[in-house]
């Protein structure tokens, strides 16, 4: 399972982020996120906090923004939602320029927005950072239930064969003048999919049959355990803390009502 997430996702590089454990990114991830959806709906100024840390940890990074800012494609149906709730909430409306929006859908929309972002962000960091080799040990590391781990890894490294192979056709029926312009064409890309289906489940007997010759026994070994210090769980939970402290200072004080 050496093969990488490819890369549009993982970058190489020697950040503080890069070095720490991946079982500690991952947790710290989690429980970052989970803190930020769980502020309450009036905490602006908490939720743009952790939107400017969130910046801080991919900064950290050391990778490209322009990386970064392909990668957030992934937010769109967000934007969208976001953009449209204003406009169907129900309740009571205000002036938003030349058209009238729902209040609460107006707040509703922001909240959605800054949180996705948020966890998009992160989420991005944690991928830049973490290799698929790395985030398999994390997940064992973390017992998670060994077959969910298996189906993970092998799917993201058998992703990339997959698709070349879905290329190399795609390659062959244009060189026989073929052309995907009508409805027409539509049983031959049916059929092209039927044989890609096939092939990869033909591809995944061999695959299982040459583990089975190596020894396989159901479960992944485990070559190397991970370890963390104390000063890398305190550093990787940080962002988590904070969303923490910020949650609990709106529900004290009111901050951001």
Do not use: N
């Not at 937010?75 to 129900?90: C, H, K, R």
């Not at 550093?235 to 951001?256: K, N, R």
Request: net charge positive.
């Amino acid at each position: 399972m050496g093969s990488q997430q490819g890369p549009h996702l993982h970058v190489e590089g020697d950040s503080l982020v890069h070095r720490l454990p991946a079982h500690t990114k991952l947790v710290g991830l989690l429980a970052f996120v989970l803190g930020v959806v769980a502020l309450p709906s009036s905490a602006h100024l908490a939720r743009l906090a952790m939107l400017a840390l969130a910046v801080l940890v991919v900064a950290a990074t050391r990778v490209p923004w322009r990386h970064v800012v392909r990668r957030m494609v992934v937010e769109v149906p967000f934007v969208v939602f976001a953009i449209v709730l204003p406009f169907v909430a129900t309740g009571p409306r205000r002036a938003l320029g030349p058209v009238t929006v729902s209040a609460s859908g107006l707040e509703a929309a922001l909240t959605l927005l800054v949180t996705a972002t948020v966890s998009v962000l992160t989420a991005i960091a944690f991928a830049v950072t973490t290799s698929t080799r790395d985030l398999v040990r994390a997940l064992q590391h973390l017992r998670v239930p060994d077959r969910l781990v298996q189906i993970l890894a092998f799917m993201v490294r058998y992703l990339g064969v997959v698709t070349a192979q879905s290329q190399r056709m795609k390659v062959a029926r244009e060189s026989r003048a073929f052309e995907a312009r009508t409805v027409r064409s539509w049983p031959v890309i049916a059929s092209s999919a039927g044989a890609l289906f096939v092939r990869s489940y033909e591809r995944g007997e061999r695959v299982h049959l040459a583990m089975m010759s190596r020894g396989y026994s159901g479960r992944l070994p485990v070559i190397e355990p991970l370890r963390a210090t104390a000063g890398q769980w305190t550093l990787a939970l940080t962002p988590a803390v904070c969303a923490v402290a910020a949650g609990a200072a709106v529900l004290v004080s009111g901050w951001g009502s």
